[in-house]
């Protein structure tokens, strides 16, 4: 059983029969009493966020995840389908784990699929894409107001500001997980 004293950012434990991840924590030694722990504990299934202190030395659970190259391949009635990049087996992932990132997913794309077990519990897409804008309004000389842009539809169904001088047909790249526009995407003649 591991102790207080090895916590650390991104450790996962377990906490009243839930798993949390370690986003931020403090070890405190106040001048009187005893000294404590102070963390911001992120729950891998919700997603929700909760402050928690505990005494030094306390005991925790650790939990040993296993972070796998998955590969996006389709969408049906059983969920969202990712390969395995080393044992190539199909797995179904349901929408409750996929959430916002459903957004990004784009075929032939390698996420990281965050595993307990052979339980797949949480999904990262790569922080940056390289996505086509499908369908935005035209660029009319002369719109240039700094700060401003329009909105675009990629091809993944996500919609985002860009500039104006961007057009339909475009290469955009993307901040994921700001869903914020980063350059226009020059593409070899």
């Known amino acids: 059983m591991a ?3 090895e916590i650390r950012n991104g450790l996962t434990i377990e906490m ?3 798993m949390f991840v ?3 924590f403090q070890h405190v030694k106040p001048g009187k009493g005893g000294a404590f722990v102070r963390m911001k504990l992120k729950n891998v299934r919700t997603g929700r966020v909760i402050d928690r202190t505990l005494n030094a030395g306390a005991n925790i659970t650790i939990i040993r995840l296993d972070a796998r190259e998955m590969q996006y391949l389709f ?3 059983t969920g969202y389908t990712f390969m395995d ?9 349901g929408e409750d784990i996929v959430g916002e990132q459903k957004k990004w997913l784009k075929e032939g794309e390698v996420c990281k ?4 077990g052979d339980t797949p519990l949480s999904l990262e897409v790569p922080f940056f894409m390289e996505l086509e804008v499908v369908e935005t309004s035209p660029s009319v000389k002369g719109d240039t107001v ?3 842009g329009k909105p675009a539809t990629l091809e993944t169904r996500a919609v985002i500001q860009v500039p104006f001088f961007v057009e339909q047909g475009d290469t955009v790249r993307v901040d994921t997980r700001t869903s914020e526009y980063l350059d ?3 593409r070899a003649k």
Do not use: L, N
């Not at 699929?113 to 307990?116: G, I, K, N």
């Open 75 to 77: 969408h049906d009635d």
């Open 146 to 148: 700094s700060g401003s």
């Open 16 to 18: 009243d029969g839930q």
């Open 22 to 24: 370690v986003t931020w």
């Open 113 to 116: 699929v965050m595993f307990h």
């Open 3 to 5: 102790t207080t004293a």
């Open 184 to 186: 226009r995407v020059k």
């Open 85 to 93: 990049q080393e044992t190539f087996d199909q797995i179904p992932i």
